[in-house]
């Protein structure tokens, strides 16, 4: 296997934020101090407008291109026109940080526009690390791999999620992409338990953290957590935060909204909130380790 | 269906249709039922589409009101599955959709009205290009030009309807001027194109209209003129080629003479 280009931001860059379309012509005007902006890459396989604007914002800002559509957990294999175009696009903006989920998105030729939940096997293991593969050598660099949410679990899974992750760090030498939000969802939905969890993710290919919040939902009359990026992120992730902080720590942070989207000064506060938490817990951290 | 490719596809019909018994009992039941587990994703799919589908036709939703729009959309998104990631790409047949639907058998020019949503959107996210000038053609011989192929720009976008589609969007749109609407009005051709940052559009004649049509079909300069002549009306060939660069319409020239290749 050869060394792939490494896929990171300066270790302790400042926190970043999701860029979405109706704060773009805010975020050029402002310039405001975030450590890097990241885009779906989805949102930017266009000309007009919008991909000139991130092109100039190329040169202010680390950029980190989040794919949502590659769908690295297709048995059918990766859809090659579709990497072909998230391919020029991260040559376009030579992106710090690339990324995916550990999911799939479609089947028969159906798009399903969502982040559909794996069985965790040794079939399904040999299959997202051929993709993953496949991803890195075209776009010759190495990929983040993001936990999901998961509102359902499958029955023959027979690998815990964080060992899937770290063995598709050995298979592939692909990054992880730690979500603190996702692994909250899935804690409160089924139970998992999640210091138990970030000490199963390998810490070195650790990337990137997410942030988000989510929206509490019933199904079958009972509470659960669906990951709509729609809310501030709430006490009980911020906590997860800086143990992830402690465990991670040359991971960078990024602010994530999609829907009911706040002003742009909103998910700055976030991003403001998240680098002071995370000073304090890397604080917190040193402490323990001199009086110890 | 423990093989991951059967589990996908059955998963996939569950998400579009409804689920098969096997596949339900590869789901662990802990509390809440597989079906309502499914149905989230069920969920998911049907209300982000139908909001793309609001995002890209906002002008055709007032038109039927939302919650027409909604059963509508809902009955799209379930037989025409997205077959790309990009969702501003989602929504190439709806305005066709529309036009099936017996319901708006009296509102003829409602899918006329998708269609002109559905253009502008395609060209506001077309492929960037650089428009040709005048310079461009400097080396040009006279007698070259008959055999020239002109490429339109990604951008320029033909409609064509016999409805007044452009007057009855403008009247409704947020991003126009709300003018007198004439909804007897006669046949709507025109031009769309991404100028810039910004949608333009301008009116054609019907002898333009088809110049134009036959350039985006690869036909030489001389066959296009043709085409326009065939309307029976008159056509300045060297006006419309001069509306065409001034307005940034054109993108390449591809030719098999020697002043050929392409831009």
Known sequence: ?292 | MHNLLELQTAFAGAVLRAPEPALLRTIVDDGIAAEARLAIYRNHYRITLEEALAATFPVTRQLVGSAFFATAAERFVSVTPPTAPCLFEYGAGFAAFLASLPELASYRFVPGVARLEWGFNLAYHSADHRPLAAADFAALAADAYAGLRLRLAPSAILFASRHPALAIWQAHSEAADVGAMRMDGGPCRLLLLRQDEALGWRELDAAELAFLAALRRGRTLEQAHAAALRCEMPFDLTAAFGRLLAEGSLAGIDSPAETGGSQ
């Open chain 1, 1 to 292: 296997m050869r060394p792939l280009a490494t896929s990171s931001l300066p270790a302790r860059a400042s926190a970043g934020i999701g860029l979405r379309d109706p704060h773009r012509v805010e975020v050029e005007e402002r310039r405001p101090p975030v450590g890097f902006l990241e885009v779906h890459a989805e949102n930017y396989l266009c000309g007009g407008p919008r991909g000139r604007a991130l092109e100039r914002l190329a040169g202010d800002y680390p950029l980190s291109v989040h794919a949502v559509g590659l769908s690295l957990g297709s048995a059918a294999g990766i859809d090659v026109r579709h990497l072909e175009r998230v391919a020029a696009l991260v040559d376009r903006l030579a992106p710090a940080l690339v990324s995916e989920h550990l999911s799939w998105s479609g089947a028969a030729n159906a798009y399903l526009n969502d982040l559909l939940p794996l069985p965790y096997t040794e079939e399904a293991l040999a299959i997202v690390a051929r993709n993953i593969d496949r991803v890195q050598s075209r776009l010759a660099r190495r990929i983040l791999v993001e936990n999901p949410s998961v509102y359902l679990r499958f029955g023959h899974s027979t690998i815990p999620e964080p060992e899937f992750l770290a063995e598709l760090v050995s298979r592939t030498d692909c990054g992880i992409l730690f979500d603190v939000n996702n692994l909250y969802v899935n804690q409160r939905n089924h139970g998992l338990d999640p210091l138990d969890y970030m000490r199963g993710l390998p810490a070195a290919a650790v990337g990137e953290l997410h942030l988000a919040g989510h929206h509490v939902n019933d199904a079958d009359g009972r509470a659960i957590l669906i990951d709509d990026h729609g809310a501030p992120v709430c006490a009980a992730v911020w906590r997860l935060y800086a143990q992830a902080v402690r465990r991670f720590p040359e991971a960078s942070t990024l602010i994530e909204w999609d829907c009911r989207l706040p002003p742009l000064a909103e998910l700055l506060a976030e991003a403001a909130e998240a680098d002071f938490r995370r000073a304090q817990a890397l604080a917190a951290e040193n402490s323990d380790a001199q009086s110890a």
